[in-house]
């Protein structure tokens, strides 16, 4: 098992930046596929970018892709969102998961979630 605590985010305004980061420990970080989501209000968790444990290998929603990066330092048991451009439609609960099995982009195929971190993107 491994436990994961999300930092990071705040209030930002439309076009502007923030950097999440997901603590690990417990077992092995490095041995785990990790997941960043995202759940806005009234809707459901959503994939946001995952992560292969050697860093080789990263995918990312469509509606993120080419504004967020997805990176890990496994030295230090964490995984980072960098996250630009922010638009309003950003603004959700972030959460980052470890992936045990099955499809990278659903959350049934992630545990150990952390207890997510609030972002919101005014306009």
């Known amino acids: 098992q491994v436990q994961l605590v999300e930092s990071g985010g705040g209030l930002v305004q439309a076009g502007g930046s923030l950097r999440l980061s997901c603590a690990a420990s417990?077992?092995?970080?490095?041995?785990?596929?990790m997941g960043w989501f995202r759940q806005a209000p009234g809707k459901e968790r959503e994939f946001v970018a995952t992560?292969?444990?050697?860093?080789?290998?990263?995918y990312y929603a469509d509606s993120v892709k080419g504004r967020f990066t997805i990176s890990r330092d496994n030295a230090k048991n964490t995984v980072y969102l960098q996250m630009d451009r922010l638009k309003p439609e950003d603004t959700a609960i972030y959460y980052c998961?470890?992936?045990?099995?099955?499809?990278?982009?659903?959350?049934?195929?992630?545990?150990?979630w952390g207890q997510g971190t609030q972002v919101t993107v005014s306009s």
């Open positions: 417990g077992r092995a970080f490095s041995d785990y596929t």
């Open positions: 992560i292969f444990w050697r860093a080789d290998i990263t």
């Open positions: 998961a470890a992936h045990y099995s099955g499809s990278y982009y659903s959350t049934r195929s992630y545990e150990n």
